[in-house]
């Protein structure tokens, strides 16, 4: 049974910053890709960043291009997400995912386990 476990949310001031860290564990397990979405209350689950771990190309919402930096290690099977000058429409429930057939990441059902989430509150 693959778990991963998000941590580090919280609430805190705009223009602050938060580092969200997600592990994976479980026997055999791979993933190809992680990354993060968030959904905020009466939203969809949105694209927030990914890594593919073959070659290390990372991607960003547009929304948080030049704000958030996501980094990882493959051998430990695990994903951060720093998150600077940090805005109250950030608000959401963070999930990290985890892909393991090399499809889009930018596509929720692509990714084969999810964490439970960690909420991020960012107030005015």
């Known amino acids: 049974q693959v778990q991963l476990v ?3 949310g919280g609430l805190v001031q705009a223009g ?21 979405f968030r959904q905020a209350p009466g939203k969809e689950r949105e694209f927030v960043s990914a890594i593919r771990w073959s070659g290390g190309s990372t991607y960003y919402a ?32 963070y999930y990290c995912g985890a892909e393991r057939s090399s499809r889009s990441v930018f596509i929720a059902s692509n990714y084969d386990y999810w964490g439970q989430g960690t ?3 960012v107030s005015s």
């Open 62 to 93: 547009d929304s948080v291009k030049g704000r958030f930096t996501i980094s990882g290690e493959n051998a430990k099977n695990t994903v951060y997400l720093q998150m600077n000058s940090l805005k109250p429409e950030d608000t959401a429930v």
């Open 16 to 36: 602050g910053s938060l580092r969200l860290s997600c592990v994976a564990s479980g026997r055999t397990f791979r993933s190809y890709a992680m990354g993060w």
């Open 6 to 8: 998000e941590s580090g």
């Open 119 to 121: 909420q991020v509150t």
